[in-house]
């Protein structure tokens, strides 16, 4: 038996809303082509 919508709709939610904070937290940008916190560019002298 399939669970309800409404779980389906929180998890997705719970998700977006931890990606909102982290990247709030730390500044950094979301990378969207590896799902991550992006890791900051490298510095070349």
């Known amino acids: 038996q399939r669970r ?3 779980v389906a ?6 998700k977006l ?3 909102a ?4 937290t730390t500044g950094k ?3 969207t082509a ?3 916190l ?3 560019a ?3 002298a």
């Not at 904070?21 to 709030?24: S, Y």
Request: charged letters at 15%; a positive charge.
């Open 4 to 6: 309800h919508a409404n």
């Open 9 to 14: 709709v929180v998890a997705m939610a719970n």
């Open 17 to 19: 809303v931890r990606i």
């Open 21 to 24: 904070w982290a990247v709030m």
């Open 29 to 31: 940008a979301f990378d």
């Open 34 to 36: 590896r799902g991550a």
């Open 38 to 40: 992006a890791k900051p």
């Open 42 to 44: 490298a510095v070349t």
